[in-house]
């Protein structure tokens, strides 16, 4: 067995495996492509998983056999609720890949690598998005991020399909005009965009093809166009309305906090998008810094997987270090 953890990162598009040891060493790493058992089932995610746990662990030891580590942080999105938890958990501790397991929903990996405080707030705009929360004191707190059945608004298929929805209303006369309705037809080849709706009602173009205009939204925002500022504005909202009330939940509105920000929509670093979530954010939480995360969140995962272990704190500035 490796004197070292495992740290998965499994978001809804892509996981990132490290295999970590206890001084903070990167031994491997390996990225393939999205598990989470809300799209694939349990037993396909964590035969994906263990495909890729499989190859770090062989690119440091090619006759390895389980146990490898001493633990596994993994790390998931779609780890929603405590069921969907405890199922993951039983799945992956019968593959035997450490003495020791912990399941949670990915954004607590965000949260810690994107904070050396160990708490505060984390938003999360990827494909979907989500907070989470953790105070000094070790309470925590989630939202189940399911879409709208859970009050949410945003992500990048939301906002793919929000980008859609105008540039056919500008089309049709329905809504105003917007540069957004060129945007489309360029990115997509197509002459109207009644023909891209046809394509994708019939399954010729993936709908989750979408949030490839995202950078598109963004970038017509900031050159001002009213439509699309309007929907970039309401995602700063939402993002500020998620960290305030993770904030006010946890009494931590009027304390020093981090308030991490990460996901491709947000980690791009738009300037427009962050100079409204940080104006939004000290407005309700004026001692609060907001942070765009820097490093991986398998870095995060694989933080709190070292922690479990008992190993030093100085570690923390190695493996940032070697994966900034």
């Keep these: 067995m490796i004197d070292a953890v495992l740290a998965l990162d499994g978001g809804n598009s892509k996981t990132d495996v490290l295999l970590v040891a206890a001084d ?32 770090a662990v062989r690119q440091v030891d090619p006759e390895a056999r389980p146990p490898y580590v001493r633990h596994t942080a993994a790390y998931l999105a779609g780890v929603d609720f405590g069921r969907e938890q405890e199922a993951l958990t039983r799945a992956l501790a019968e593959l035997g890949w450490s003495e020791g397991i912990t399941v949670d929903n990915d954004t607590f990996a965000l949260l810690r690598a994107g904070t050396r405080r160990g708490h505060g707030v984390a938003v999360v705009c990827g494909a ?15 939202f189940p991020a399911i879409g709208r059945l859970s009050g949410d608004w945003g992500g990048g298929l939301f906002l793919g399909d929000e980008t859609l929805w105008r540039a056919v209303r500008a089309e049709d ?20 965009v009644a023909e891209l709706v046809e394509q994708l009602h019939f399954g010729e173009v993936r709908r989750t093809r979408l949030q490839e205009l995202n950078p598109q939204l963004l970038a017509i925002a900031r050159a001002g166009d009213a439509v699309a500022t309007k929907v970039v504005d309401r995602l700063a909202e939402e993002v500020v309305l998620l960290a305030s009330a993770a904030l006010r939940r946890l009494d931590l509105l009027d304390v020093p906090v981090d308030i991490v920000l990460g996901g491709g929509i947000l980690a791009a670093g738009d300037q427009y998008l962050l100079d409204r979530i940080r104006t939004g954010c000290r407005q309700t939480a004026p ?16 933080l709190l997987g070292l922690q479990e272990i008992g190993a030093a704190a100085e570690v923390e500035d190695h493996l940032r270090d070697s994966l900034r």
């Design 128 to 142: 979907g998005i989500n907070c989470v929360a953790v105070a000094p004191d070790g309470r925590t707190l989630r």
């Design 287 to 302: 001692k609060a810094e907001t942070l765009v995360v820097d490093v991986p969140p398998a870095v995060g995962a694989a």
């Design 24 to 55: 903070g060493t990167v031994l491997s790493q390996v990225r393939g492509p999205g598990a989470s058992a809300q799209s694939v089932g349990v037993a396909a995610s964590a035969a994906i998983l263990d495909g890729l746990v499989q190859q």
């Design 173 to 192: 006369g329905r809504g105003p005009d917007t540069a957004l309705r060129p945007a489309v037809l360029a990115h997509f080849g197509v002459s109207t």
